[in-house]
């Protein structure tokens, strides 16, 4: 039942972010603060990543692995 928890709070913040973005960005081309906002989730992502993945986990992924993760 926790994951039911989970899965309702993911889909309220998710919906709060996209309010919040909205009402951050008066007044800025649209195209723009997309760019930014994902720029920022890339560069957070990067910098989780190598800390949070066991070691050779990078290199050990297939052509195939990385073809359906993009």
Avoid: E, H, Q, Y
């Amino acid at each position: 039942m926790t994951w039911v928890l989970w899965a309702l709070l993911s889909a309220l913040f998710a919906g709060m972010t996209a309010v919040l973005a909205k009402v951050g960005v008066t007044g800025m081309d649209s195209n723009l603060a997309t760019a930014i906002r994902t720029t920022v989730v890339l560069l957070f992502t990067w910098g989780i990543a190598p800390a949070t993945r066991k070691p050779g986990a990078l290199t050990a992924a297939s052509s195939r692995t990385w073809i359906a993760a993009a």
